[in-house]
């Protein structure tokens, strides 16, 4: 079975920390996301990651950034955290290509909450 | 106009009959598709992935898939009240190298009620 997992389940910082968000798997997948979930504006990528140490901007990349220094690690970085980032953070992997290609598995998220 | 849409419910749905999930989505190049069930606080879990055109059954999940209509459904037979979540279809599209970019609809809230 894939696992991914993800460093906290809930985190709470305040206004400009900087946080840090680690999802690591199991399964030599090539490919690596970070999304985040809100109420009514569903699931919006970050960033994502194809091999180590690439990167590639998603959907709202702005206030975000990503680390991907070893295949099974990818590190989500809120340089200074705001309120508008509370939201649920979730981390994805897949693979390049096989079978399967393209399924992406979801690790357990992360509810981070700015004060 | 969102590339993939569906309808965000609630459907609600008696113990045992079948519940019929849609999705449509607007890019043609689109090649996999993907059914997910997401619970309250917790984060989606896949149930199937759909390739070709047709349908494709996974015990009491059926996908169905239309490409030339750009539709893609799921149908939950003998529903449970443990079916009661939010369903996500996500479509891929190319993407630089990375060839795999997911993106999801927002949602069908389903309720099974007893």
């Known amino acids: 079975d894939v696992k991914v997992t993800q460093s906290s389940r809930y985190l709470v910082k305040r206004t400009g920390e900087k946080v840090f968000l680690e999802c690591v798997q199991d399964m030599d997948h090539e490919n690596m996301f970070w999304y985040r979930q809100d109420p009514g504006l569903g699931l919006r990528l970050i960033y994502f990651s194809y091999d180590v140490k690439m990167k590639e901007k998603g959907d709202i990349p702005e206030g975000y950034s990503v680390s991907r220094e070893k295949k099974e690690r990818f590190s989500l970085i809120l340089e200074s955290a705001s309120t508008n980032q509370t939201s649920m953070y979730l981390c994805?992997?897949?693979?390049?290509?096989?079978?399967?290609?393209?399924?992406?598995?979801f690790g357990p998220g992360t509810r981070l909450t700015v004060l | 106009q969102k590339e993939v849409e569906q309808n965000s419910g609630p459907l609600s749905v008696p113990e045992g009959a079948i519940a019929s999930l849609n999705c449509t989505y607007s890019?043609?190049?689109?090649?996999?598709f993907f059914w997910y069930r997401q619970y309250s606080g917790k984060s989606p879990e896949l149930i199937m992935f759909i390739y070709s055109n047709g349908d494709k059954e996974d015990g009491r999940f059926t996908a169905q898939l239309n490409k030339a209509s750009q539709y893609v459904s799921l149908l939950i037979r003998d529903s449970q009240p443990s079916d009661s979540a939010t369903y996500l279809c996500a479509v891929s599209a190319l993407y630089k190298a990375a060839g795999n970019k997911l993106t999801f609809g927002g949602g069908t809230r389903v309720l099974v009620k007893p």
């Open positions: 890019d043609r190049g689109s090649q996999s």
């Open positions: 994805a992997s897949s693979l390049l290509a096989g079978v399967g290609v393209h399924t992406q598995y």
